[in-house]
Structures are given as structure tokens and as C-alpha cells.
T-cell receptor
Framework: NAGVTQTPKFRILKIGQSMTLQCAQD?????MYWYRQDPGMGLKLIYY???????DKGEVPNGYNVSRSTTEDFPLRLELAAPSQTSVYFC??????????????FGPGTRLTVL | SQKIEQNSEALNIQEGKTATLTCNYT??????LQWYRQDPGRGPVFLLL???NEKEKRKERLKVTFDTTLKQSLFHITASQPADSATYLC????????????WGLGTSLAVNP
């Protein structure tokens, strides 16, 4: 299993440009998440999905959009990039079982710089 | 608001000693706590989970405790090695449909040879 994969690893955007961060998992997990991690700020949840066709906002959704058309893929779209979106973005997935415990499996991250 | 707090100061210890990291929670009664390890430039990796009805869990050189009275979890690494140097994150989760974890900022651990 490849686990959770993310592309690209690095990207530099100009202010106002758009891009899509790709995330895929091959573990048949129901739940998927997008986080951003800034120095000294910890992991902040942007969006999450509990299954194909279902998404919901996290703590910091402004400036981002997501879709979940398949169980495997959960792309994150940045529209009109701003310097405040400079960050490291992590995608994660979890089984979403009824046991109430959700170990999250993370991808390697995408380091995005907006200039 | 719900908050997870970890020691913000880096922890430096000598190889072979036991490292103890603290995670405190406020305004929250998590159903479980998780500990993750994060190396520079990489995503967090799950280490251990402990439920609210468990006092202690162990895995090899790792031990985690959960004290609901003190609202605290302690994470221990015994016989520490330089390879244990990393940032350790604590995350708290709820039961049922509340799948969102609340994350601490992490504590940086450096094990010196």
C-alpha cells in the first residue's frame, strides 16, 4: 500500500493564481482531512469528508474548496492565492469506524509559498 | 474553548534516560487521546492511543497514561535514543460522530548521545 500520497511536494504561486493540491489514499478509508501547519501554530483543520460526496468545513476553510467524488481522492483547491496561504498542507485519512477511535494516516505534505 | 496544551519548550535529555512529555486539556472531556511523532519535513505518524477508561498503555519503549482527574496525559519514552529526537504531538478526540481531533502544538524532543 502506498498509504496517503500528495502532489506536488513543493509549489510557488503568485498572488491571485489558483491551484489544486492532490491527495489520494489506497486504504479504503471513509474519512479524509486537509490540514495546514504553520510554525508555532499546530495543525489546523481546513476541510474534511466522511465519505464520497460529503464534505464539511473545519476551523479555517476560507479561501479553499474541496470535493470528494471517489473514496480514494480528496483534492484541495486554492482560488486566488494569498500570502496568508503560505503553509505546509497535509492530507490525512482514517477508517471512520463506529468504535470512536480514529487513527489518522498522514501524507508527506505539500509546501506552498505564495509570493 | 477546547484546548490541548503541550510543553512549548524543547526537551533535551541524555541518551538512555526516560523522556516524559505532558499533554493537558481544558474545557473538554475527550473520549481518547492520541500521540503522534513528526519528523522535520514529514507528516505526523501515529504512535499510541489511550481511551478515557484506560489508565495506561504500552508499546515497546513507549508508555502513555491518561488521568481524567488531572485532565492530563503523560507520554514516556524509556531508554531513549538519538533516533527518538522529533516533535511529539498530542491529539484529543471525541466519541461517536465527532471525528475531528483537537491538536496540541507539539513538544520537540532532542536526545543527546
Amino acid at each position: 500500500n502506498a498509504g496517503v500520497t500528495q502532489t506536488p511536494k513543493f509549489r510557488i504561486l503568485k498572488i491571485g493564481q489558483s491551484m489544486t493540491l492532490q491527495c489520494a489514499q489506497d486504504m479504503n478509508h471513509n474519512y479524509m482531512y486537509w490540514y495546514r501547519q504553520d510554525p508555532g501554530m499546530g495543525l489546523k483543520l481546513i476541510y474534511y469528508s466522511v465519505g464520497a460526496g460529503i464534505t464539511d468545513k473545519g476551523e479555517v476553510p476560507n479561501g479553499y474548496n474541496v470535493s470528494r467524488s471517489t473514496t480514494e481522492d480528496f483534492p484541495l483547491r486554492l482560488e486566488l492565492a494569498a500570502p496568508s496561504q503560505t503553509s505546509v498542507y497535509f492530507c490525512a485519512s482514517s477508517t471512520g469506524t463506529s468504535l470512536g477511535t480514529d487513527t489518522q494516516y498522514f501524507g508527506p505534505g505539500t509546501r506552498l509559498t505564495v509570493l | 474553548s477546547q484546548k490541548i496544551e503541550q510543553n512549548s519548550e524543547a526537551l533535551n535529555i541524555q541518551e538512555g534516560k526516560t523522556a516524559t512529555l505532558t499533554c493537558n486539556y481544558t474545557n473538554y472531556s475527550p473520549a481518547y487521546l492520541q500521540w503522534y511523532r513528526q519528523d522535520p519535513g514529514r507528516g505526523p505518524v501515529f504512535l499510541l492511543l489511550i481511551r478515557e477508561n484506560e489508565k495506561e498503555k504500552r508499546k515497546e519503549r513507549l508508555k502513555v497514561t491518561f488521568d481524567t482527574t488531572l485532565k492530563q496525559s503523560l507520554f514516556h519514552i524509556t531508554a531513549s535514543q538519538p533516533a527518538d529526537s522529533a516533535t511529539y504531538l498530542c491529539a484529543a478526540g471525541g466519541a461517536g460522530n465527532n471525528r475531528k481531533l483537537i491538536w496540541g502544538l507539539g513538544t520537540s524532543l532532542a536526545v543527546n548521545p
